[in-house]
C-alpha cells in the first residue's frame, strides 16, 4: 500500500486471497499458498500435501455427485474449530497494526526520516520467517503438542510484553523541544513483537491444517486473510481514530477534549490481557491432534528434519532459472519505493491527519476484496508474468503523480483542515495505485504456483513469496534513509545558523530564524526511482517474461524427493 505501515497487511491481504481466487482453478495450488506463512509445514510431508489437495477436490466431487451428507455438512461441526483460528489470526493482526501505526505518530512528531527508516526494519520479520519456520516446524514438546509447544509461550511473551509496554511507550514517544521519540529503543520493541507475531503465524499456520478436517481445511485461508486483516485494522485504524482528540471531538463526543478516547498506553494493556487470558484458556481447554484420521499420520510427519530443510531451501536457490528469477523480484520494486514508503509520511507532514489517512484504508476494502478474483482471471494461463509487464510502468506514473499529490496538498488546506474533494483525490489516487499493485503481485505468485517444484512445494513457494518481500522492505528502507541526505535546508531570519539536522534546526529557531526547505529530497527520490524503474523495465522486463519460456525441469529440484 501507499502508507508506511499498510505495506505488510498489502502483501499478506493479497496473498491470502490469491490462495481463494486460485482454488477455483486448480485444487492443488490451494495448498502451497495457504503454506507461504508456515515455510513448509515440515513434518507434513509436502509430497502428501498434493495428494491432501487432490483428495479435497475428489471429496468435493464425491459431494456432488452423491450427495454425502457428512462431506456437505462437515464445515458444521466444526465452526468451534474455525472461530479458534479466526481469533488466533486476530491476535496475529494487533501488534503489527500498533506498529504500522508508530510511524504516523512519530511523523506528527517530527522526527527525521533517517529516524522511519529505522523503525521500517519492524516490517522485516514477516519477510524472514522463514529462516527459523524450520525450527518452529520441527522442535516441540510431544506431549503438550506440536503447536501448542510454540504458540502459548509466544503468545504470553507478546501479552507480557505488551503490558510491559504499555507503562513506558509514553516516555519513548515523548519528544520536547530537544530530543525527539527514542525511535532506536521503539524499533528494538516492535521488532521483537512482530518477531513474536510471525512465530505465532507459523504455528497457528500449521496448526490449521491438522485443526481442520481436510474437506474444510481450506477454510484455514479465509481465517487468514479475514482475521490478519481485522487484527491490523483494529491495531491501526480503529486505534488511530480513537487516539486522536480531533476524530473524537468531532465524531464521537458532545464536549471536546484534550485527549482521544484512547491512549497508545490503554490499547497495549487491554490487549496484553487479552493475550494472557485467551492463551491460558487455550493451553487448558485445547487439546491438539484430537482427530484420528490424523493419528494414522503421525509416522509421516517425521519425515523432514530441520537440516534436510535447509537443504531443500539451498538446492532451489542454486537453480540457474530460480537465482535469476530471485535477483529480478528483488530488484524489481526499487522504481516504487519512494511512493510506497514516504508518501504517506509527506502527507502528514504537510497537515494531513494521520487518523483520516488511516480511514482510508475502509472504502478500499470492497476493492481489495474485488481485485484478486478479476486480476486471476487474466493470470490463469501459461503467461502470468505478462500481466505483471504490463502493469509495472502504470505503477511507475502513479509514482510521479504521488509525487505531485504531495506538492499539491499544502496549497489545499484550509482553516478546518482539508476539503471533501481533497480526500476524493487522494482515494482515487490510492485506488489506481491498488489497481497496478495488485495486478503485479497476483502475477507474481500465479507465476510462483505455476513453476514451484510439486514434491517440495510448500518450501518452494515460500522461498519465492520471501524474496518478493524482501524485494519490497530493502527498497523502502533504503529510500527512507534517503530522504534526508537529498533534502537542504536554509536558515532565513538568524544568520550563521544552518538546519542541517533536528539539532540544529531547533538552533536556528530559538534564535528567531525559520527552516526553510530549497529542495526536498522526496521530490528527488520520486524522480530518480522512477527513472531506475523505467530502466529495469526497459533491460530486465523482457527477461523476467522470458523465464516463462523456461521448461518445466528447469524450474524442478533434482535433489528433492
Known sequence: MVFLGYIWIDAQHIKMEMSKSNAHKNGRKRKPVVFNSDMSDRDTKLSDLEVDGDEEALLHNSDRNDRHPKVRNGIQGELGNVALLLFLYVLQGIPLGLAGSIPLIMQSKNVSYRDQAYFSFVFWPFSLKLLWAPLVDSLYLKQFGRRKSWLVPTQYLLGFFMLHL???????LQSDGQ??????TLTAVFFFLAFLAATQDIAVD???????SRENVGYASTCNSVGQTAGYFLGNVLFLALESADFCNKYLRFEPQEQGIVT?????????IVFLVSTTLVAILKKENGRKHHSKKKPKEEAHSVMETYKHLFSIIKMPTVFTFCVLLLTAKIGFSAADAVTGLKLVEAGVPKEQLALLAVPMVPLQILLPL?????????????????????????????????????????????????????????????????????ACMAFHAK????VIGGTYMTLLNTV?????????????????????????????????????????????????TTLDGYYVESVVCVLIGLCWWIFFGNKMKRLQEESPSAWHCRGAK
Not at 264 to 272: I, K, R, V
Open 166 to 172: 504499555s507503562f513506558t511507550v509514553d516516555s519513548m
Open 179 to 184: 530530543k525527539g521519540p527514542d525511535v532506536f
Open 206 to 212: 500449521g496448526w490449521a491444517l491438522t485443526m481442520l
Open 264 to 272: 497508545l498506553s490503554d490499547f497495549l494493556f487491554f490487549w496484553g
Open 374 to 442: 478479476v486480476i486471476s482471471k487474466y493470470t490463469a494461463g501459461p503467461r502470468p508474468l505478462d500481466v505483471f509487464y504490463k502493469a509495472f510502468p502504470f505503477r511507475l506514473l502513479i509514482g510521479l503523480e504521488y509525487a505531485l499529490l504531495v506538492w499539491w496538498t499544502p496549497s489545499v488546506r484550509q482553516e478546518g483542515g482539508f476539503p471533501l474533494y481533497y480526500y476524493a483525490v487522494v482515494l482515487l489516487s490510492y485506488a489506481l495505485h491498488q489497481v497496478a499493485l495488485y495486478s503485479m503481485y497476483v
Open 451 to 454: 513453476v514451484s517444484d510439486p
Open 468 to 516: 518478493t518481500n524482501l524485494g519490497g522492505n530493502w527498497p523502502s528502507t533504503l529510500a527512507l534513509w534517503l530522504v534526508d541526505s537529498l533534502t537542504f535546508k536554509e536558515c532565513q531570519g538568524a544568520p550563521g545558523q544552518t538546519c542541517g539536522s533536528i539539532e540544529e534546526a531547533g538552533l536556528c529557531v530559538r534564535e528567531g530564524g525559520t527552516c526553510i
